[in-house]
Nanobody
Framework: QVQLVESGGGLVQAGGSLRLSCSAS????????MAWYRQAPGKQREMVAT???????NYADSVKGRFTISRDNAKNTVYLQMNSLKPEDTAVYYC???????????WGQGTQVTVSS
């Protein structure tokens, strides 16, 4: 069982930056692939960035070159550095952990990111 708690969301002007953190508690952080998803009002939840247990990363085209996902296994934490934010990045951002052995998915409660124009 993994519990995820996101932090770092807030209100920022277009062009600004935010860093989201996702702290994991429970068993086996190292065997979880981690990801950030987001959901804007009226839209489906979409993948933003993923990072494997070995550190390989993948990004949605809309955030490539602006967002960076990273993980610190010693701190059981995954980060999302968001630069050059745009109003269309406004959404609730969710942290996801997928146990690579069992396939179980875990989700955080979400953190609101609002980018004003």
């Amino acid at each position: 069982q993994v519990q995820l708690v996101e932090s770092g969301g807030g209100l920022v002007q277009a062009g600004g930056s935010l860093r989201l953190s996702c702290s994991a508690s429970g068993h086996g952080f190292r065997i979880n692939a981690m990801a950030w998803y987001r959901q804007a009002p009226g839209k489906q939840r979409e993948m933003v960035a993923t990072i494997s247990t070995g550190g390989s990363t993948n990004y949605a085209d809309s955030v490539k070159g602006r967002f960076t996902i990273s993980r610190d296994n010693a701190k059981n934490t995954v980060y999302l550095q968001m630069n050059s934010l745009k109003p269309e990045d406004t959404a609730v951002y969710y942290c996801n952990a997928r146990n690579v052995i069992t396939g179980f998915d875990y989700w955080g409660q979400g953190t609101q990111v609002t980018v004003s124009s």
